[in-house]
């Protein structure tokens, strides 16, 4: 069993602070007492975030060096970088820069600054050893793959405390709205039918709180260096049976539209390795998949009702500034 006090104190620097997983994990590590920076190109300016926020670009090894070597974190959650499965060219070098040299960068100055333990996010798109030849089937997935190798690398040659994580298909609030669960969800609720693929393509999913877990986790227990360890429930739910699930859960009169997109091509199937986290970590998923998409649903419901009633407020506002006027 984890003590969540074991951090208590200790500085905590987070690339990628803004984005899903980077969010959900600062919170919680606020919540532990850990003095949390929060790196980003576009860092927050809200003047009550107990988040220290710095502007900062972990591809350029200039602004990596400048950062770590004044913060000197404990610890480092390197989540940032362009997130896209598509395989278009035109990502082939902004995919390479943020993902590869930002990765390489943060490893070569975590070594110098002597930090306790680098945290990196692998992805499910990198292609397994089960070929003879494994082919990454996009930019995004090449770049996931050659970062982790040179984090391998790095614990190998170099004895640079690096342990890599693999979430698998991670859903709950606040997840970008461009991302399977929050745009069928949202479309939905608007009443709106989202056009999708085939809805064939079967996926492990595992909630953002059980994701979370394992990153704090993975950033206290020890002897667990050059690791790469799957976070996900080791089950299989299709794409057509969670849309299916959501629609019940928002009670949608509209039809998803199923075989309006072409499915992705050569993306695979594949379970995590739970077991292994759990022997690794002591971690194991908590949320249930179906209470995990009802409590998913109902946030975002929230936050439609939120801003449908702020917008009321302030087109009453309005009128009444123009009555007065």
Not at 16 to 42: K, P, Q, T
Not at 58 to 83: C, M, N, Q, R, Y
Not at 143 to 152: C, G, L, P, V
Request: net charge neutral; proline share 5%.
């Amino acid at each position: 069993m984890i003590n969540i006090d074991s951090m208590t104190g200790q500085k905590a620097l987070v690339t990628g602070a803004r984005g899903f997983l980077g969010s959900h994990l600062c919170s919680r590590l606020l919540d532990m007492g850990v003095e949390v920076y929060g790196i980003s190109r576009n860092p927050s300016n809200d003047p009550e975030s107990k988040i220290h926020w710095c502007r900062g670009d972990f591809a350029e090894l200039s602004s990596a060096t400048k950062l770590i070597a004044s913060i000197k974190p404990d610890v480092i959650f390197h989540l940032g970088g362009l997130v896209t499965a598509l395989p278009d060219r035109e990502l082939v070098l902004a995919t390479m820069n943020s993902l590869l040299v930002s990765t390489v960068n943060t490893l070569l100055m975590a070594a110098d600054v002597g930090c306790r333990r680098v945290l990196l996010a692998a992805s499910l798109t990198e292609p397994t050893f089960n070929f003879h030849d494994p082919v990454p089937a996009s930019p995004y997935a090449a770049a996931k793959w050659a970062s982790n190798a040179y984090a391998r690398m790095f614990h190998m040659l170099y004895q640079t405390p690096s342990v890599i994580l693999r979430p698998f298909m991670t859903y709950g609030p606040e997840q970008s709205i461009q991302k399977l669960v929050p745009h069928v969800t949202l479309s939905l609720l608007r009443g709106e039918a989202p056009k999708l693929s085939s809805g064939e393509w079967k996926a492990d999913w595992i909630y953002i709180s059980d994701v979370i877990d394992a990153f704090v986790a993975a950033a206290q227990v020890r002897g667990i260096e050059g690791s790469t360890i799957d976070i996900g429930c080791g089950t299989l739910v299709s794409v057509k049976d969670l849309v299916n699930q959501i629609a019940q859960l928002t009670q949608s009169k509209v039809q998803p539209i199923f075989g309006a997109l072409p499915d992705r091509p050569f993306e695979q199937v594949r379970t995590a390795n739970s077991s292994e986290a759990y022997a690794k970590l002591g971690w194991k998923p908590k949320v249930d998949f179906n209470d995990g998409l009802r409590d998913t649903v109902d946030w975002y419901k929230r936050s439609l009702d939120h801003r449908a009633d702020s917008e009321r407020k302030l087109g009453a506002h309005s009128l009444h500034s123009t009555v007065d006027s």
